[in-house]
């Protein structure tokens, strides 16, 4: 089936959507993300917190899609002149950034994830949508200097936070079910 490219070009103008993204996830590939943000919101000449507050959100983001992602997939690559193969971990996560008419930012991600990480995420979630700007960086602090008691985490424990340091409003999210065991978990953070 043959996609009208243009019809897809007048939506994505139309809901403002500088980038969207949807497939595997890598760290190389991550990267190369990383600049082409980086690019895209040098060309909309942010203010430099701005930019980086996006930046920032970005990375956490990806990262999290990167390390929960319940659709991991081992990838076998042969290496040029090497015997062995080396097998490559990759993700699955959908990524749009687009603006609002108030010049604000958004991002929205979007990825399968374990039923058993749903209410850690709420939880958290939650709690730091109650938190004031002040009690944000109290409790960023103090993360950094403790140990993260999260058995599924992977990471300092600090991503969730950084993510609603930097947002400009509460942290919107969605879990829909899955099957099998997993969850669909939608993030949506306004910067």
């Known amino acids: ?30 990267d190369g993300m990383a600049e082409f943000l980086q690019r895209r919101l040098d060309m ?17 983001q990806m990262n999290n899609m990167l390390m929960y992602s319940a659709e991991k997939e081992k990838q076998e690559r042969p290496e040029t002149g090497m015997r062995e193969t ?6 699955r996560g ?15 991600t979007g990825n399968v994830i374990k039923d058993s990480s749903v209410e850690i995420l709420k939880s958290r979630i939650d709690h730091l949508n109650t938190l004031d700007k002040k009690e944000m960086r109290t409790l960023y602090k103090e993360q950094l200097k403790s140990e993260n008691d999260n058995p599924e985490s992977r990471g300092a424990g600090i991503g969730l936070t950084e993510i609603a340091r930097r947002a400009s409003s509460k942290i919107e999210y969605e879990f829909v079910p899955y099957g099998d065991g997993l969850s669909y978990f939608t993030m949506y953070v306004t910067i």
């Open 1 to 30: 089936m043959r996609l009208n490219i243009l019809e897809y070009s007048k939506m994505l103008a139309d809901k403002n959507i500088s980038i969207i993204y949807s497939g595997p996830l890598w760290a190389e590939g991550i």
């Open 44 to 60: 909309d000449d942010l203010p430099l917190n701005a930019s980086q507050a996006v930046f920032s959100v970005f990375v956490e």
């Open 86 to 91: 080396q097998i490559k971990e990759t993700s």
């Open 94 to 108: 959908v990524f749009v950034l687009g603006s609002n008419d108030d010049k604000s930012y958004y991002i929205q």
